[in-house]
């Protein structure tokens, strides 16, 4: 037999580690619901400026700026949507109790959130605390989960700081609250950081509640910049050249003389047949190019070193204590439980 465990957070990262232990123990995405107010994750949160129709998808994520907590767990639960809902705004849901909200126009109608809660398993009673702890700004995650698992899921809720919603409702009661309103005013971004602020003064009784002390320290790095650039290019080009060689020709002459001597030895070959051959040569020039280096082009640089003085802001936060607001807390009539928050179950 399943049983639905409820746990209304403050904190979202103490939901995302929720969601996180709870899926990674065996709980089925579809298993897990969440209702958060988006009141304070946007610019705007009166009814006016909220979604005439639900967002689906990567629109609810982006579109309507639900704040890193949705993104971190919106691989970890099924069917995350944005949508208005009477007495609570502009809110997301994932898991059964969107389906509950976005079925058979359940959000449009006065009260739908809390026939959406007791649709997934709040008891009745309950549903007003939970309700309107989500219109306060905080966030609601149920889990239908199996009996021998009930105890554990519980347990994860109460390790990660879930709301005691029956002392957070008492604390309501005597500012007047009676109820969940469908037709009370949506509280502004303003409004739920002084409601959270109240709460973790009142927690204190319960653990230590840290508040962290941030500041930022100035890293001065470097990078290079480029200031200017030689750039070295080569071509070829030709020029006209001339010089001047010496060159050698030849001309045959043939000419005929008389002459009366006695025949020789070498003349009485002239009695044989034959022919010779006289040849006449000139000299043209030949052309041949060598190539040589006769200069070069030498680029370097010189590195020299400088000292700049960089001058910046970095923030930091500074925590006050109001004595006087402790004393107050603490006179006759202020009630502080030391009870530890629990889940409900059903």
Same mark, same amino acid.
């Given at each position: 037999?399943?049983?639905?465990?409820?746990?209304?957070?403050?904190?979202?990262?103490?939901?995302?580690?929720?969601?996180?232990?709870?899926?990674?123990?065996?709980?089925?995405?579809?298993?897990?619901?969440?209702?958060?107010?988006?009141?304070?994750?946007?610019?705007?949160?009166?009814?006016?400026?909220?979604?005439?129709?639900?967002?689906?998808?990567?629109? !609810?994520? #982006? %579109? +309507? $700026? /639900? =704040?890193?907590?949705? &993104? *971190?767990?919106? @691989?970890?639960?099924?069917?995350?949507?944005?949508?208005?809902?009477?007495?609570?705004?502009?809110?997301?849901?994932?898991?059964?109790?969107?389906? !509950?909200? #976005? %079925? +058979? $126009? /359940? =959000?449009?109608?006065? &009260? *739908?959130?809390? @026939?959406?809660?007791?649709?997934?398993?709040?008891?009745?009673?309950?549903?007003?605390?939970?309700?309107?702890?989500?219109?306060?700004?905080?966030?609601?995650? #149920?889990?239908?989960?199996?009996?021998?698992?009930?105890?554990?899921?519980?347990?994860?809720?109460?390790?990660?700081?879930?709301?005691?919603?029956?002392?957070?409702?008492?604390?309501?009661?005597?500012?007047?609250?009676?109820?969940?309103?469908?037709?009370?005013?949506?509280?502004?971004?303003?409004?739920?950081?002084?409601?959270?602020?109240?709460?973790?003064?009142?927690?204190?009784?319960?653990?230590?509640?840290?508040?962290?002390?941030?500041?930022?320290?100035?890293?001065?790095?470097?990078?290079?910049?480029?200031?200017?650039?030689?750039?070295?290019?080569?071509?070829?080009?030709?020029?006209?050249?001339?010089?001047?060689?010496?060159?050698?020709?030849?001309?045959?002459?043939?000419?005929?003389?008389?002459?009366?001597?006695?025949?020789?030895?070498?003349?009485?070959?002239?009695?044989?047949?034959?022919?010779?051959?006289?040849?006449?040569?000139?000299?043209?020039?030949?052309?041949?190019?060598?190539?040589?280096?006769?200069?070069?082009?030498?680029?370097?640089?010189?590195?020299?070193?400088?000292?700049?003085?960089?001058?910046?802001?970095?923030?930091?936060?500074?925590?006050?204590?109001?004595?006087?607001?402790?004393?107050?807390?603490?006179?006759?009539?202020?009630?502080?439980?030391?009870?530890?928050?629990?889940?409900?179950?059903?």
């Amino acid at each position: 037999m399943a049983k639905t465990i409820v746990g209304l957070f403050d904190d979202g990262d103490e939901v995302q580690a929720v969601v996180r232990e709870l899926t990674t123990m065996g709980i089925a995405r579809d298993q897990i619901s969440l209702m958060a107010n988006r009141g304070e994750m946007s610019a705007a949160a009166s009814p006016e400026s909220a979604p005439e129709t639900t967002t689906s998808g990567e629109d !609810a994520m #982006t %579109g +309507a $700026g /639900i =704040g890193a907590m949705a &993104g *971190g767990i919106g @691989g970890l639960i099924v069917g995350l949507v944005a949508l208005p809902i009477p007495g609570l705004g502009p809110v997301i849901a994932a898991g059964p109790i969107a389906a !509950a909200l #976005t %079925g +058979a $126009g /359940i =959000g449009a109608v006065t &009260g *739908g959130v809390i @026939g959406a809660l007791t649709h997934v398993g709040v008891p009745a009673e309950h549903a007003h605390h939970y309700a309107e702890g989500v219109r306060r700004g905080g966030t609601l995650v #149920t889990v239908n989960a199996p009996e021998d698992l009930a105890a554990q899921v519980a347990s994860v809720m109460n390790d990660h700081h879930a709301v005691d919603v029956n002392e957070r409702a008492a604390k309501w009661r005597e500012s007047g609250w009676k109820g969940f309103d469908a037709n009370a005013p949506v509280l502004s971004a303003d409004e739920i950081q002084r409601e959270r602020s109240l709460y973790a003064n009142r927690d204190l009784g319960r653990g230590q509640v840290a508040f962290p002390v941030v500041e930022e320290r100035l890293e001065v790095g470097k990078r290079e910049v480029d200031r200017g650039a030689v750039r070295v290019s080569s071509r070829v080009v030709e020029r006209p050249v001339e010089q001047q060689v010496q060159l050698r020709d030849e001309h045959l002459k043939v000419a005929r003389r008389a002459v009366d001597r006695p025949l020789n030895a070498a003349d009485r070959s002239a009695f044989r047949e034959g022919t010779m051959e006289f040849k006449e040569t000139v000299e043209e020039p030949v052309v041949a190019k060598t190539a040589r280096v006769v200069e070069e082009v030498v680029v370097d640089k010189d590195v020299t070193q400088r000292t700049q003085t960089v001058r910046e802001t970095v923030k930091s936060t500074e925590v006050d204590v109001d004595q006087d607001a402790l004393q107050r807390l603490s006179q006759p009539g202020e009630r502080n439980s030391q009870s530890p928050a629990s889940p409900s179950r059903r």
